[in-house]
């Protein structure tokens, strides 16, 4: 655990590049001037941020949607509380599967636990690849239900310091 | 788009250079120069084919965040979207097919401010929301392999 614990520098590091690296020659330095730190501790700290785990990707970070992707689902399970890790590491690793996690069941209102996402061109291939994992991995049982994107309202990286805007 | 861009799209979505002039040395590795290299990220930007450079860091690592849904009458439903993507704290905000018709990620610096920013929107829309917190990712992201067909 000790690990993953991140301080201040750290923060205010990930907070200046939330919104992305700057196109400068040397944008690392860019963004330390911002901090007062000077372009090796950037460097160094965005390093050892992703050694650490708590950076898990460093770099592009496309629009699958303008990318002609358009047929971007979200394929919700309920499987059983006792089997999800096991289902939920198969499923991680089929290639098509881009995210894949567990969450809290709310019921009466919502019954999946086990929540991934298949981005692809077209809805009914979308639909095939989400019935092919269903059977690969046994749950042609299990109710499921695919949730395809119709409008993006709002897309950019996290900004976990910069939340100007209270919530009163 | 032509092949510098593709590569700039998809090559880059890992290991990203950590050196003092990555545009160069990515330029270097494509056989462009540096200038190219930035100008076409930024294109790309311009272009909304990428949201940016930079980190995704794992969920929970970093202060708190939920996935919430919202199961809003269609007529209200532009004004709620707008009404939520007008927080700082929520990063992602689609409308889906379905009874919940809004999901959203929030980011909050703690639980606390989540909750507030949770309060905050089912107190002005009068609607619930499902609160749905990750318990567990069981994906390394790998980025996503361009399929260029």
């Not at chain 1, 372009?39 to 390093?47: F, N, Q, S, T």
């Not at chain 2, 919202?70 to 004004?79: D, F, N, Q, T």
């Not at chain 2, 929030?106 to 002005?124: D, F, K, M």
Request: proline share 4%.
């Amino acid at each position: 655990m000790d690990m993953m614990a991140v301080s201040q520098q750290d923060l205010a590091l990930i907070g200046a590049i939330a919104d992305g690296l700057p196109r400068t020659a040397r944008p690392y330095r860019d963004v330390g001037a911002r901090l007062g730190l000077d372009e090796a501790a950037v460097i160094d700290g965005l390093k050892s941020l992703i050694d650490r785990g708590v950076i898990r990707r460093f770099g592009v970070v496309v629009r699958h949607h303008t990318l002609g992707y358009t047929a971007n689902a979200m394929a919700v399970w309920d499987v059983p509380d006792d089997d999800v890790g096991r289902i939920a590491r198969k499923m991680a690793e089929v290639p098509y599967v881009t995210l894949c996690y567990r969450r809290p069941r709310r019921l009466p209102q919502w019954r999946y636990n086990l929540f991934c996402m298949v981005h692809g061109v077209a809805r009914d291939a979308v639909r095939d690849q989400v019935e092919h994992l269903a059977g690969r991995l046994g749950l042609l049982e299990t109710p499921r239900e695919i949730l395809f994107s119709l409008r993006q309202f709002k897309q950019r990286g996290a900004h976990y310091l910069t939340c100007e805007r209270a919530a009163e | 788009m032509d092949t510098i861009d593709k590569r700039l799209l998809n090559e880059f979505q890992h290991d990203f250079p950590l050196t003092p002039r990555p545009y160069a040395v990515i330029a270097e590795r494509l056989g462009v120069d540096e200038r190219t290299v930035v100008a076409a990220y930024d294109a790309l930007i311009d272009g909304d084919f990428i949201s940016r450079i930079g980190a995704v860091v794992r969920t929970g690592a970093v202060g708190a965040s939920t996935l919430a849904a919202m199961a809003v009458p269609p007529r209200r439903l532009e004004s709620v979207a707008a009404f939520v993507s007008a927080f700082d704290e929520v990063n992602h905000n689609y409308q889906r097919d379905h009874a919940y018709n809004l999901w959203f990620v929030i980011t909050a610096p703690s639980r606390a401010r989540l909750e507030r920013v949770i309060a905050a929107i089912e107190n002005e829309t009068q609607l619930a929301i499902l609160d749905l917190p990750m318990i567990e990712d069981y994906h390394l992201d790998l980025g996503f392999d361009l399929k260029w067909t």
